[in-house]
C-alpha cells in the first residue's frame, strides 16, 4: 500500500490566493481528517469525515476554509482567500471505523507545507 | 476542559534510558496513543494502551495508569535516530483524539 498521499508537498503562495490541497487516504479506511500544525499551536484537528460525511468541522478556523470528500478515495482542503497566518503544515490521517473498540491507528500523510506570503 | 501535559523538550544519552511522561484530564477515555514525529516528516504511529500495565515493543515500552490519568513512554538503548518528538494523545468517550504538545526527545553522543 502507498499510504496515505497528499498533494502538493510545498506551496509558496501570495495572500488572497486559493489555495486547495489534495488528499488520497488508504484503501478501505473509511475515515479521513485534516489537520494543521504549527510550532505555536502544535496539531490541531481541522475536520473529519466518515464514510465521505463531514463529522465534526468545528476546528475549521473559519469561513475562508471548507473541505470536501466527493469519494471514498478522494479529499480536499480549500482556503480561500489564503493570508499569512495559514501558513502551517497541513497532514491528512486515515483510519479504519474511529468508533469501534480496538487501536484504529491514524496514518498520516507526508503533509503539505504552505507558506502565504 | 480537556488537557493533556506532557515535557516540552528532553535529553538523553545515546545508549541510556529515557522516561517521557504524559498526564491527561478528558472527558472519558479510550485509549492512550504515542507517535513519534521526526524533525519535517508526519507523526508515525508507536503504542496504544486501553488497560492498565505496561506494552513493550522492541526498545519501546508504554506504560498506562488509568486511575492516575498518567502514562510514560520509555525507550531503552538510545540511538541517535530516536532524536525526534513523541506526542501522546488520548481518545476520549466521543472517539476524538485529544493530542499533547509533544516532547522534542534531544539524543547526544
Known amino acids: 500500500d502507498a499510504g496515505v498521499i497528499q498533494s502538493p508537498r510545498h506551496e509558496v503562495t501570495e495572500m488572497g490566493q486559493e489555495v486547495t490541497l489534495r488528499c488520497k487516504p488508504i484503501?478501505?479506511?473509511?475515515?479521513l481528517f485534516w489537520y494543521r500544525q504549527t510550532m505555536m499551536r502544535g496539531l490541531e484537528l481541522l475536520i473529519y469525515?466518515?464514510?465521505?460525511?463531514?463529522?465534526?468541522d468545528s476546528g475549521m478556523p473559519e469561513d475562508r476554509f471548507s473541505a470536501k470528500m466527493p469519494n471514498a478515495s478522494f479529499s480536499t482542503l480549500k482556503i480561500q482567500p489564503s493570508e499569512p497566518r495559514d501558513s502551517a503544515v497541513y497532514f491528512c490521517?486515515?483510519?479504519?471505523?474511529?468508533?469501534?473498540?480496538?487501536?484504529?491507528?491514524?496514518?498520516f500523510g507526508a503533509g503539505s507545507r504552505l507558506t502565504v506570503l | 476542559g480537556q488537557n493533556i501535559d506532557q515535557p516540552t523538550e528532553m535529553t538523553a544519552t545515546e545508549g541510556a534510558i529515557v522516561q517521557i511522561n504524559c498526564t491527561y484530564q478528558?472527558?472519558?477515555?479510550?485509549?492512550l496513543f504515542w507517535y513519534q514525529q521526526h524533525a519535517g516528516e508526519a507523526p508515525t504511529f508507536l503504542s496504544y494502551?486501553?488497560l492498565d500495565g505496561l506494552e513493550e515493543k522492541g526498545r519501546f515500552s508504554s506504560f498506562l495508569s488509568r486511575s492516575k490519568g498518567y502514562s510514560y513512554l520509555l525507550l531503552k538503548e538510545l540511538q541517535m535516530k530516536d532524536s525526534a518528538s513523541y506526542l501522546c494523545?488520548?481518545?476520549?468517550?466521543?472517539?476524538?483524539?485529544?493530542w499533547g504538545a509533544g516532547t522534542k526527545l534531544i539524543i547526544k553522543p
Open positions: 490521517a486515515s483510519s479504519s471505523e474511529i468508533s469501534s473498540s480496538g487501536a484504529n491507528v491514524l496514518t
Open positions: 484503501s478501505g479506511h473509511n475515515s
Open positions: 469525515f466518515n464514510n465521505n460525511v463531514p463529522i465534526d
Open positions: 478528558t472527558s472519558g477515555f479510550n485509549g
Open positions: 494502551n486501553v
Open positions: 494523545a488520548v481518545r476520549d468517550s466521543n472517539y476524538q483524539l485529544i
